[in-house]
T-cell receptor, first 114, second 113 residues
Framework: DSGVTQTPKHLITATGQRVTLRCSPR?????VYWYQQSLDQGLQFLIQYYNGEERAKGNILERFSAQQFPDLHSELNLSSLELGDSALYFC?????????????FGQGTRLTVV | GENVEQHPSTLSVQEGDSAVIKCTYSDSASNYFPWYKQELGKRPQLIID?????GEKKDQRIAVTLNKTAKHFSLHITETQPEDSAVYFC????????????FGQGTTLQVKP
């Protein structure tokens, strides 16, 4: 158990819908990251939040947004869903803002868009 | 832009043999290089990492080497066991002052008993 909790584990939804994925980081970790893993793809960086503020952005679609709350949990919102958005979405956390120590991954949310 | 290339995409070895996975990164400012192992349906887990101030690091059967000049780093697994079968990802840290990691495309390692 990494200490990073993601809910839900599985999500099936229709095209055009909106979903929210939730992540609770490890106790004490201030950075939260979101990664997308499509079938046969590597891990694509979406976004990083550090202590409530957006810190880095990857190739995140405009239909996707995220935020980190004062209690440090984070939510990833995906809207106007398309079939191609079906993927595993991982949240990770680390203590600091820089990528120089281990990032701990949650178990992921498997999103299926039908 | 930032990029990490990983080879091979699949690797099959006999139990007891060694396995080597190679990665190349593009950003010369990268200074942290972790390796993650992902078993089927599970989360990626760090197995070893190296920083740019060292050239090699070992942890039991696993070692990583880094060549900053060539922007190459490699994972070496000796005396492979069936439980080493998984997907392995290399990564390099991205833009400065952030925690962004750029991952390679992954190597599926199969260790045959």
């Amino acid at each position: 158990d990494s200490g990073v909790t993601q809910t839900p584990k599985h999500l099936i939804t229709a095209t055009g819908q909106r979903v929210t994925l939730r992540c609770s980081p490890r106790s004490g970790d201030l950075s939260v990251y979101w990664y997308q893993q499509s079938l046969d793809q590597g891990l694509q960086f979406l976004i990083q939040y550090y202590n409530g503020e957006e810190r880095a952005k990857g190739n995140i679609l405009e239909r996707f947004s995220a935020q980190q709350f004062p209690d440090l949990h984070s939510e990833l919102n995906l809207s106007s869903l398309e079939l191609g958005d079906s993927a595993l979405y991982f949240c990770a956390s680390s203590p600091h803002v820089l990528a120089n120590t281990e990032a701990f991954f949650g178990q992921g949310t498997r999103l299926t868009v039908v | 832009g930032e990029n990490v290339e990983q080879h091979p995409s699949t690797l099959s070895v006999q139990e007891g043999d060694s396995a080597v996975i190679k990665c190349t990164y593009s950003d010369s400012a990268s200074n942290y290089f972790p390796w993650y192992k992902q078993e089927l349906g599970k989360r990626p887990q760090l197995i070893i990492d190296i920083r740019s101030n060292v050239g090699e690091k070992k942890d039991q059967r696993i070692a990583v080497t880094l060549n900053k000049t060539a922007k190459h780093f490699s994972l070496h697994i000796t005396e492979t066991q069936p439980e080493d079968s998984a997907v392995y990802f290399c990564a390099a840290n991205g833009a400065s002052n952030t925690g962004k990691l750029i991952f390679g495309q992954g190597t599926t390692l199969q260790v045959k008993p």
